[in-house]
């Protein structure tokens, strides 16, 4: 009979998820040194580079962390989303809704107090976020509709829609041959804390930990689990799938609304086409890497918020800075690939026939 | 003078068609055999951007054609290694996909953006201004009428051949085909790498024909529309073709909606593909009751001995 | 005798830590109608398997006609002539009758495929066009298709895993004389797993029999051996009741009255079903998988909805309520399935141990680990469970213990009613024991238990009434006292005395 069997892990090692990023980001690095070496740098002289211009200093050091902002919370957003076992691709535009939600607002109203009103509007970017995956989710839980396209094909729409507005209502006049809105007064922005660091991290630095409450420690997150688990068990439990689904997704959408939100007060200060750099594509894979982990979403959003910065940095060597999107998609496919072995086991058997 | 106005809305509308039903095409093959491939828009980029490159290079556009495809090709089986032999989440590998194939090719396209292409694929027969069907037909490039004859072609291989069959099979339920003795790994496998090829020619057309410049993200969610593509012709090859028909005159006719003496922003006018296609999704689910014909066992990991 | 035409020595194969099949020996005669029996999860199905080349064993051979298989999957089978009709149809049911006998690659009808179908077609009484999509058969009708499956694959062994559980009477008489004529006319050999004594002793000439994943019986004749021996060899030795029947029963506290259940393909899967159940006082519910217990179960505990008839619990009419309304009426329901239904596959120990009364653990929207780490360590000291770490995956428990936790979880809240379907099926000795014992405590507090199984052993020892369902039916009832092992058998194996 065959000499190797695939056969099934009933255990898989708890740290199995840790240890395939590990791997990942192994595979990874050595598929950009390929590159690299393809385009006859040196990998090693390029990453150290990387590394110094990303992490070395408090000021470069801040601008990573900057960075991991909107990674981490668009990342929470679809950790959510996944505990009902769906997937938001939406991500990218639900930050952009936040950033719009947030100057709609801007606009409208008017506040003295700045520290409210710096609340008011993170709450508006929030309600942004949720308010773009709303149909999405409407359309999930009442009719099925695949969620995967309807949330991302709204990327497309939200993305038409910022460009609509930058070059009409909203065109600053000032803003000549680059089309945004007018900057937000002084008086909003997001204060610094360290640095350059904004003060958007210690507000990302609470929703993980608000996220992994929600996901760990409620009622919510537990019927979501049970729900996610098996539709059969939550029926035998008297849980509403479709009621949780509905309200993760608006969850997990107004995470990522919150990080265009925190992205407009801290960094662009007015709603353009730099809200998001791809923000809620990275997030994915942040979310799937650390298998939808809140803490785990948090440590390999700084990680991949330096290698962004690293990897634009790198661009005055005249070395792509795509190399550091290509290291992060590469370290998912590494991580799958370590998947399998914590998954699965061949065994050997004997030949006594 | 209208009639000319109405044949250029023809000609760009089959032009708009063929590059998403190309795509949408080979993922109808990949989809068929039970495997969701959501890496679409990153196999055409990869498709475009290397058939670009080679054209630019050898000024051959046979042999840019044929590197676009393979490329593409071998490029979707990173998707297939990680589904079909090792088992991991459809889902995830497809996106990741994506978001690889995307930054590949703004990797190596990068020195080519902004370049001019000094061949190009040129129509059949070229017409200045073709004044009737026949001769917007002919004026189209050889890539349409490679996508007729593959849209016959499968068509006519899934429905009417063993070989057709047994795919459909395989997706349709993974346990009862595997019972037959067919091919499981082996069909995904290589239907994956199909849809890849096939993503691929719509990329070089894109790059060699539709554009033709290679920029950054060009492929702008036409991936994401030959998906929900897929979805509109309930994986069936003629019904594809008729909603890569439609789409593709809503893309053609945004830019033209001026002169037909209607006033709307062009930025609004960039955005209604993706809303219609949307809505056009969401009113098919709720007509079909959730039951939109996609093969049964779409996305579910083979693994024999599972219960 | 001449040499068998399929030998299998020694074959084992595991699942995780269960032995499926443990040093198995197996063997078939050319042109001979062989029964396979054994209890639920004996591991029938799982050597069938292996013989098709679905699962591959972790030790053993196989030699089919006289040659040692070296390498072995589903189209290498084939090509041997084993052919396997599954306990699950495994027909493409969007695809014609036409496309699933033919797709085999092993198909030998290619020319002449309408002639082969009109000769066979009539042999199994199947008058459907073979244009004819597979989900507008019947399941009677789709069961011919899968026997036809093999027909058309040339297999000269055939391995038929439950082909009669999904037929009616009638069908199986027409499924015999087929049958009788493929091995007389084609030298066919042929394997058939059934539950029904019955159909063992009509159809088949020799007998094996399965238990706990060994081969306990080769080889029997079929004429020699009695029913009795059979129901011996298959479920051991019956044991007489360990338990005392001197409980005290009080008032009735479940009632269902006239449930009739019909699905979609207006199959009554339930038929007009009443009973009582009194405090004290369990009621077992005997059958063969598949005759209508998952449906009861579930109209009791709320969650099969579209059904005719009543349920009251403590005289109240609970017919109309969901799920948690009823248990709130101290109701507990331990289902069949026991991950998928009972515990969430993926999730936690410590969250599957709360299913039932999460809401006692939170305070407004905060669910209190504590609270719950609490409630699940009174569960694994109370139950004794072994549970190595309550925060990894539920399957990671062995089967046993994954069941005593959801008996602790339903239980330890002291419920009024208990609906208990198979709590010890696939479990070893001692845990069956373990079980065995909580639910006679529970008797003995006063709570009032419906205890579905289809091990009389089991039902023997504990019910103090027993009702047979068959078909949707209740066939028989008796009070435990009047009851024989035979007279159940014989009821559910669908025999009238
Ligand atoms: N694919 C599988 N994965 C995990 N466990 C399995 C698998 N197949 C069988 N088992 C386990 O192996 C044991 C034997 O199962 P098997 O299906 O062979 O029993 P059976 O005799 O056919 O029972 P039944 O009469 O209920 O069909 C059971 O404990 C079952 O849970
Ligand atoms: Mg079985």
Known sequence: MNKYILSKKLYRNELATFYSFLIGFLIALAVGSLILFIQEKNPFDVFSLMLKLSIGSVNSLSNSLNKAIPLILAGLGISIINSVKLWNIGAEGQIFMGAIALNFVYINTSINNSQIYILLLLVSGFLGGAFCILFPAITKVLFGVNEIITTLLTNYIVFGLTIYLINGAWKDPASLNFPAAAYVNESVYLPTVLGKLSSGFLICILFTLIAYYIKDKSVFGYEMRIAGGSELTAIYAGISAKQKAFFAMLIGGGFAGLAGAIELLSQTHRVSTGISQGFGYTAIIVAAITGMRPIGIFLVGCLFGALTIGGSVIQTIGVSSYIAEIIQATTLFGALIAQFFFSYEILKKDEND | ?307 | MSSPILEVKSVSKSFGNIKALDNVDFYLQKGVVHGLLGENGAGKSSLMNVLSGIYLPESGTIKIKNQNIHKMNPDIASSFGVGMVHQEFRLIESFTIKDNLTLSKANIFTDNFEEAYEKYSEIFTLNSSYLTPINELSVGEKQKVEIMKLIFKNSEIMLLDEPTAVLTPQETLQLKESLDQLSQEDDKTIVLITHKLKEIKDFTERIFVMKNGKMVAKNLETEKVTDQELIELMMGEVKTSNFKKDNKKGDVKLEVKDISLTNSEQFKSLDDISFTIQSGEILGVAGVSGNGQVELANVICGIEKEFQGRVLINSQDVSKKGVKSRKKLSLSYIPENRLGVGLAPGVSVLDNSAIKEYFKASYGPHLSKGKMLGYLNDLIKQFAIKAPDVKAEISTLSGGNMQKLLMGRELISNPEVIVAAQPTRGLDVSAVEAIHKLIINQRDKGSAVLLISEDLDELFKLSDRIIVLYEGRVVKEVGIDSATIETIGYAMAGIDE
Not at chain 2, 71 to 85: D, E, G, L, P, Y
Not at chain 2, 120 to 142: W, Y
Not at chain 2, 234 to 255: D, N, V
Request: glycine content about 10%; some cysteine; hydrophobic content about 50%.
């Open chain 2, 1 to 307: 003078m209208i009639d000319v106005q109405l044949m250029g809305l023809l000609n760009a509308t089959l032009q708009a068609a063929t590059l998403l039903f190309i795509a949408a095409l080979g993922e109808l093959i990949t989809e068929k055999s039970g495997i969701l491939n959501l890496g679409v828009e990153g196999m055409i980029s990869v498709g475009a951007v290397s058939g670009f490159i080679t054209a630019i290079n050898t000024e051959s556009l046979f042999l840019a054609v044929i590197v676009g495809v393979l490329s593409a090709s071998a490029f979707s089986s990173i998707h297939a290694f990680v589904t079909v032999v090792l088992k991991q989440d459809q889902t995830v590998s497809g996106l990741i996909l994506t978001i690889l194939g995307l930054s590949l090719s703004s990797l190596i396209g990068k020195p080519y953006v902004g370049k001019k292409l000094e061949v190009k694929l040129t129509s059949l027969i070229d017409i200045a201004e073709p004044s009737n069907i026949f001769q917007v037909l002919l004026n189209q490039n050889l890539i349409f009428y490679i996508a007729i004859l593959l849209m016959i072609f499968t068509a006519y291989i899934l429905k009417k051949t063993m070989f057709g069959r047994r795919i459909e099979a395989i997706g349709e339920d993974l346990k009862s085909a595997d019972s037959m003795g067919l091919k499981i790994a082996k069909t995904q496998f290589i239907a994956t790498c199909v849809g890849g090829a096939f993503a691929g020619l719509s990329g070089v057309y894109l790059t060699l024909s539709y554009v033709p410049y290679w920029t950054d993200g060009m492929t702008s969610g036409r991936g994401w529309i030959a998906l929900a593509l897929v979805i509109f012709g309930g994986w069936k090859p003629y019904r594809t073709a008729f909603g890569a028909l439609l789409f593709g005159f809503l893309e053609a006719l945004g830019p033209r909606l001026q002169t037909y003496g209607f006033e709307m922003s062009p930025y609004i006018v960039k955005i209604t593909p993706y809303i219609i296609t949307i809505l056009v999704l969401v009113f098919l689910t709720i007509i079909k009751n959730g039951n939109t014909g996609a093969p049964k066992n779409i996305g579910i990991p083979f693994f024999r001995e599972n219960r």
